[in-house]
């Protein structure tokens, strides 16, 4: 019982000094010369440090090791950390981070169908408009348009109030990706074990669902390629796989993705190292802008073209122009000194 008390001071003592200095298990594995695993079963208490690296842990840290391993040691002055002197230290309980977990994972497949439905809501639209032409009195060219409308909009309206509803259980908890976190003991051990028990599956969605983003156009082509006569409706239907083979994609890299960064949240590493919180702060108002600006161009370049099948591109060439722009956003501010 004494050694499982010890283990988990040490490996409380470790996150919390490695999270003051704003290091990730990367960094901080680098500066012992050791695995990022290592570091992890340490954090995580699967395992117990060397006593040379207790030392150097001690040295890297500037504390005694009487700190590390004794609960009722004396609290280090505190050094020079990455934390913005504006930023509140937001206390996270046991109970408050499986809360936030348990919500999270339960948010994240409702947020990705609504995602999902937003890609697949003008399908409706592109068959009912194919349909029209082959039945031609019996559909009228009017009566498939307005149909097609109506169901992309209920579509998008039901995707829209999934946002709503999730966003408002997850309210709470979003200060928690912006500022710094001091969690109790137990918190980073158990988030840890779960991470890893859920990172095959994460590794699995995350190729899956890229893979069907990249396969999506291959029906498109081989239809073109296999039919020498532009076939419509053969079009129209490709088109509508390729939307639903973006959508499963997109799906799966939401899903994932959302519950992955709750851990990332709870043990600050990832895009939510102190570092990166603090550039997410400065950086907020960009990114608002930007997506907004993104959005309302790819809804008036698909409703002004009815190209639903080429204007999905502009989420992915978005999405690395964004990063582009963040860093130069980030390089005009250190420049500045901001």
Request: aromatic letters at 10%.
């Amino acid at each position: 019982m004494r050694f499982e008390c010890t283990d988990m001071i040490l490996a409380e003592k470790i996150v919390k000094l490695r999270k003051q200095q704003g290091w990730s298990q990367e960094e901080l594995a680098a500066r012992l010369e050791v695995s990022r695993q290592s570091v992890s079963k340490w954090e995580s208490m699967a395992s117990m440090p060397d006593l040379d690296k207790i030392i150097n842990l001690s040295q890297i840290f500037g504390v005694s090791t009487d700190y590390l391993l004794n609960e009722d040691a004396e609290e280090p002055a505190p050094g020079e950390l990455s934390v913005d002197v504006d930023a509140a230290i937001c206390s996270v309980s046991l109970d408050e981070a499986n809360s936030y977990l348990d919500q999270v994972s339960n948010s994240a497949w409702k947020i990705a169908s609504g995602v999902a439905m937003c890609i697949l809501c003008p399908v409706p639209l592109i068959l009912l408009s194919a349909l029209s032409e082959q039945l031609g009195s019996t559909l009228t060219e009017d009566m498939a348009s307005g149909l097609g409308v109506g169901a992309l909009l209920v579509l998008v309206a039901a995707a829209v109030a999934i946002f709503i509803l999730e966003s408002l259980h997850l309210e709470k908890y979003e200060h928690w990706e912006k500022d710094p976190l001091e969690t109790a003991y137990g918190v980073a051990g158990i988030t840890e074990r779960k991470r890893e028990a859920y990172e095959p599956y994460w590794h699995r969605s995350l190729v899956l669902g890229v893979t069907c983003c990249i396969l999506a156009v291959v029906p498109l082509i081989l239809a073109a390629g296999f039919f020498q006569e532009e076939n419509e409706m053969l079009i129209t239907l490709m088109t509508a796989l390729l939307l639903s083979f973006v959508a499963a994609g997109t799906f799966l890299l939401v899903r994932s993705g959302m519950i992955w960064d709750s851990f990332q949240v709870l043990l600050e590493e990832g895009d939510y190292t102190l570092e990166k919180k603090q550039r997410s702060r400065k950086n907020h108002s960009v990114t608002v802008i930007y997506w907004s600006l993104t959005t309302a161009l790819y809804l008036a370049w698909s409703f002004a073209t009815l190209n639903w099948e080429r204007t999905w591109i502009i989420w992915p060439v978005a999405g690395v122009l964004y990063f582009a722009i963040e860093e130069i956003s980030n390089c005009i501010r250190d420049r500045k000194g901001c």
